[in-house]
């Protein structure tokens, strides 16, 4: 026990002092500051003012309705507003003079209203730019309502009478807990549970492959000659998986830490995703599930570690092992393919198979506790079953890593694994 103690320490002190693990803990919180914090202040590039010469050739007058609907007041303080120049002469003559302008950065661009647009329902935008989403949605609404109301005046139908009519209904959703509703859109729901698929992956990769590296490390510096000369292999594969997993889970109470003082101010997130001003509180766990999530987190990082361990100790050098993550990585990347999927049908039949999997089974159930509740027998069930199989890994990672960590050379074939295991 006091020489795996030495190990989980080593390793622990050694990852802690790293430069890598101070601007790991650093970055992840300023980028996620930065991404919502520099927007809002610095504005995201879609908003602000943009003039637009208005050329209207119709005889319906539709330029009027255009221009109203682009002069009315945003409630979204990054969404772009407009000043519309209206052009009183034809296309043809104005042409010539608006390209310059726009070439001058005189005016953002400029929008004509063929005499046919009423029938045809086809208008012209040039400018500088015409990849901002933003601003090309704003004017497809703006021509699309003249239109609409030329059309329908013509049709002997009030306008305005019709958009009451045809306005579209709005759906306030709300989870049912087993302590009764919580507020939240299902945008913040998808958003939690993309989150907690997210840090999952990037947490089990990120430190599953710190496993493999120092376990190369260490065999290709000669090193685990002299740690097995004092450590048997076992506890020193267990010390390696436990300490770098004590890492892991120290930085990931330094980020629970610093996102809950950050979270104090949400309206810049809720701003930010287009959230009502309740939505965060959707993302709040029940305990019941924090513990499962965390259950999950474990097993899964001891199952990805040990093969991780056992990747490193077969492999000579860190490019031999490369070609062979993407066999462990491919479960682990799974639940991603069919991210959308798993979080609008977390009780689906795909949901609830790649739920019990071992090796699918920390991402899927992350997204479908976020998404919804889960009976607690699959859950129970599940770690159950990771439990075994991280026991079944461990016990033969183990004996491929007391053979490998002292092996040199070319990289062991299939059938000199099989003899390393029986030999161990």
């Given at each position: 026990m006091s020489s795996l103690l030495v190990v989980i320490r080593r390793e622990f002190v050694e990852r802690v002092r790293s430069r890598s693990f101070v601007i790991s803990t650093l970055l992840m919180p300023l980028l996620i500051v930065g991404t919502y914090a520099v927007p809002a202040l610095v504005g995201s590039g879609g908003g602000g003012s943009r003039r637009i010469a208005l050329v209207d050739e119709t005889q319906q007058r539709v330029g009027d309705a255009v221009a109203a609907a682009l002069a009315v007041p945003r409630t979204d303080p990054e969404a772009p507003t407009y000043v519309v120049e209206r052009v009183a002469v034809p296309f043809a003559q104005a042409h010539a003079d608006l390209t310059r302008r726009v070439q001058d950065e005189k005016l953002d661009g400029y929008l004509v209203l063929p005499a046919d647009v009423v029938r045809?329902?086809?208008?012209?935008?040039?400018?500088?730019?015409?990849?901002?989403?933003?601003?090309?949605?704003?004017?497809?609404?703006?021509?699309?309502?003249?239109?609409?109301?030329?059309?329908?005046?013509?049709?002997?139908?009030?306008?305005?009478?019709?958009?009451?009519?045809?306005?579209?209904?709005?759906?306030?959703?709300?989870?049912?807990?087993?302590?009764?509703?919580?507020?939240?859109?299902?945008?913040?729901?998808?958003?939690?549970?993309?989150?907690?698929?997210?840090?999952?992956?990037?947490?089990?990769?990120?430190?599953?492959?710190?496993?493999?590296?120092?376990?190369?490390?260490?065999?290709?510096?000669?090193?685990?000659?002299?740690?097995?000369?004092?450590?048997?292999?076992?506890?020193?594969?267990?010390?390696?998986?436990?300490?770098?997993?004590?890492?892991?889970?120290?930085?990931?109470?330094i980020w629970a830490v610093t996102v809950t003082v950050l979270a104090a101010k949400t309206s810049l997130v809720t701003r930010r995703f287009h959230l009502p001003p309740d939505a965060l509180s959707a993302l709040k766990l029940d305990p019941g599930v924090g513990l499962a999530m965390v259950a999950f987190f474990f097993l899964g990082f001891f199952l990805y570690a040990a093969l991780y361990a056992a990747l490193g100790a077969a492999m000579s050098?860190?490019?031999?092992?490369?070609?062979?993550?993407?066999?462990?990585?491919?479960?682990?990347?799974?639940?991603?393919?069919?991210?959308?999927?798993?979080?609008?049908?977390?009780?689906?039949?795909?949901?609830?198979?790649?739920?019990?999997?071992?090796?699918?089974?920390?991402?899927?159930?992350?997204?479908?506790?976020?998404?919804?509740?889960?009976?607690?027998?699959?859950?129970?069930?599940?770690?159950?079953?990771?439990?075994?199989?991280?026991?079944?890994?461990?016990?033969?990672?183990?004996?491929?890593?007391?053979?490998?960590?002292?092996?040199?050379?070319?990289?062991?074939?299939?059938?000199e694994l099989v003899r390393w295991l029986r030999a161990a």
């Open positions: 045809t329902g086809e208008v012209t935008y040039r400018a500088r730019s015409v990849s901002n989403f933003a601003v090309l949605s704003d004017l497809r609404r703006a021509a699309s309502q003249g239109v609409q109301s030329v059309r329908l005046r013509e049709a002997g139908l009030d306008a305005s009478r019709v958009a009451a009519l045809t306005a579209p209904v709005s759906v306030k959703t709300a989870r049912i807990t087993k302590t009764g509703e919580e507020g939240g859109s299902a945008q913040s729901t998808f958003l939690m549970a993309y989150i907690s698929a997210f840090l999952m992956y990037f947490m089990l990769i990120f430190y599953g492959m710190n496993v493999m590296r120092s376990v190369l490390e260490e065999k290709t510096n000669r090193i685990s000659e002299v740690l097995v000369s004092s450590v048997r292999a076992g506890p020193l594969m267990m010390g390696k998986i436990l300490g770098v997993g004590s890492v892991a889970f120290f930085q990931i109470a050098s860190e490019q031999e092992a490369q070609q062979f993550q993407m066999f462990v990585l491919l479960p682990l990347m799974a639940p991603m393919f069919v991210f959308v999927r798993l979080a609008s049908e977390p009780m689906g039949t795909m949901a609830t198979v790649m739920g019990m999997i071992p090796f699918t089974a920390p991402m899927t159930n992350a997204v479908r506790m976020s998404a919804g509740p889960v009976p607690a027998m699959q859950i129970v069930m599940s770690l159950l079953t990771m439990l075994v199989s991280v026991f079944a890994v461990a016990w033969i990672a183990g004996k491929i890593y007391r053979v490998g960590i002292l092996s040199t050379g070319k990289k062991p074939t299939l059938g």
